[in-house]
């Protein structure tokens, strides 16, 4: 479908919001892999964070900014 009517910065945040959510996925299933596949049973390796976490929630924070933004800042 072809959404002509539309203005360019609502296809312009439709596509970041599309791409951030797809990289907070990935992040997510990395950080599943590690705690629950490569060290499932090593519970000492709770401790610390994998690196892909904090990651995931720094795209989650700007996906939810940018599907949400405050009513003190609009996005336009």
């Not at 539309?6 to 296809?11: L, Q």
């Not at 990289?23 to 705690?35: E, K, N, P, Q, S």
Request: contains cysteine.
């Amino acid at each position: 479908m072809h959404y002509s009517g539309d203005a360019s910065t609502i296809k312009f945040l439709v596509g970041a919001v599309w791409i951030l959510d797809t990289l907070h996925v990935a992040f997510m299933c990395h950080v599943l892999y590690y705690y629950l596949i490569i060290n499932y049973g090593v519970p000492t390796s709770l401790e610390y964070d994998v690196w892909s976490f904090p990651v995931r929630m720094s795209i989650f924070l700007l996906a939810t900014d940018l599907e949400c933004p405050s009513p003190r800042r609009p996005f336009w």
